[in-house]
């Protein structure tokens, strides 16, 4: 059974960097897209990019674009996201979440999710 | 950007009920690529319908999706006591990729 573990929580200051990993077991990596989607608290989900690691191509939402950086380590089997120049609006639940390549679009399973505080 | 608007914004039933939920699209969405989510208080979401009508692996037969073009619905047809959660659609474009959820309804126990 796949399974998506993320790292732990995190608390940053406005203005820098975090980054957040996700380590899929139980399945193979090469067939999946790996998607990242955020949950400010009390808010719904947003969709902010995938990454398909066998070709290395990454796609961002336009509200993101510039900002973060979606990456894929095959070796390991872990994606990884990356948030810059961040600001208090930022403070959210990041999951990331598996599709299959061209097979499924839909987000199953999900990963449990990483806090990322950001404050001064 | 193709928007998603969920209605109600909440529900109130009790167990034993039936529940509609509805997910309405600012453009025309193939049915292929309309999903339901399920998410419980500090927990990840939990994928429920795919393809409109799909049930997920798992998911108990009071679950399902119709729907077609600009409007879709999820329905569940006797609510049990863990069914009360947010629930969220979710649409999926190609070019380019692109994907957008509609803002939640909560399913609250009355």
């Known amino acids: 059974q796949v399974q998506l573990v993320q790292s732990g929580a995190e608390v940053k200051k406005p203005g820098s960097s975090v980054k957040v990993s996700c380590k899929a077991s139980g399945g193979t990596f090469s067939s999946y897209t790996i998607s990242w989607v955020r949950q400010a608290p009390g808010q719904g989900l947003e969709w902010m990019g995938r990454i398909i690691p066998i070709l290395g191509i990454a796609n961002y939402a336009q509200k993101f674009q510039g900002r973060v950086t979606i990456t894929a380590d095959k070796s390991t089997s872990t994606a990884y996201m990356e948030l810059s120049s961040l600001r208090s609006e930022d403070t959210a639940v990041y999951y990331c979440?598996?599709?299959?390549?061209?097979?499924?679009?839909?987000?199953?399973?999900w990963g449990q999710g990483t806090l990322v505080t950001v404050s001064s | 950007e193709i928007v998603l608007t969920q209605s109600p914004g909440t529900l109130s039933l009790s167990p034993g009920e039936r529940a509609t939920l509805s997910c309405r699209a600012s453009q025309s969405v193939s049915s292929s690529y309309l999903a339901w989510y399920q998410q419980k208080p500090g927990q990840a979401p939990r994928l429920l319908i795919y393809g409109a009508s799909s049930r997920a692996t798992g998911i108990p037969d009071r679950f399902s999706g119709s729907g077609s073009g600009t409007d879709f619905t999820l329905t569940i047809s006797r609510l049990e006591p863990e069914d009360f959660a947010v629930y969220y659609c979710?649409?999926?474009?190609?070019?380019?990729?692109?994907?957008?959820f509609g803002q939640g309804t909560r399913l609250e126990i009355k």
């Open positions: 979440a598996r599709s299959i390549v061209g097979a499924t679009w839909w987000f199953d399973p």
């Open positions: 979710q649409q999926y474009g190609s070019s380019p990729p692109e994907v957008t």
